[in-house]
């Protein structure tokens, strides 16, 4: 319990509401994944301790963090010399919608993820350096875009 309420905190302290966004659920970039690049020993792996990322992505929607169905669609390449024409494909994943990381580029905003880092490091010192994160952080945004 006590790493799914330090991943629930540092889901609120390091994204923002905003509509129009949307953040991974799973995969590269998603919540848990920024989280365990700081909290790495507080996410499950072989030993039974640690949060996963089922159990923290169901505690976030149980906070308001509303599920959505993405669609993006994509150009695949018809390399086996069939008809030669591009086929498109739908891509489907789920996300939570109306939801973005802080920007650590804004200078606001980068006030508001030192002051959350200040949060989440009186619960648990993060097992990463703030620079390592924001660098993690912006490659996150990078990716979503």
């Not at 993006?72 to 789920?94: A, I, P």
């Not at 030192?114 to 993060?126: D, F, V, Y």
């Amino acid at each position: 319990a006590r790493n799914k309420d330090l991943g629930l905190t540092f889901a609120r302290t390091m994204t923002v509401q905003e509509r129009g966004y949307s953040l991974a659920r799973q995969g590269r970039d998603s919540i848990y994944d920024v989280f365990a690049f700081c909290y790495p020993s507080a996410v499950r792996d072989n030993r039974r301790n640690g949060v996963t990322q089922m159990e923290l992505n169901k505690a976030l929607e149980a906070l308001n963090f509303h599920r959505i169905r993405f669609r993006k669609k994509s150009k695949k390449s018809d390399s086996d010399g069939g008809d030669g024409e591009d086929k498109v494909q739908t891509l489907g994943s789920y996300r939570f919608g109306d939801r973005r990381w802080l920007n650590p580029d804004n200078e606001s905003e980068l006030a508001t993820i030192k002051a959350g880092w200040e949060t989440l490091s009186e619960i648990q010192r993060p097992e990463c350096k703030l620079e390592n994160w924001l660098t993690m952080l912006r490659a996150a945004i990078a990716s979503n875009q």
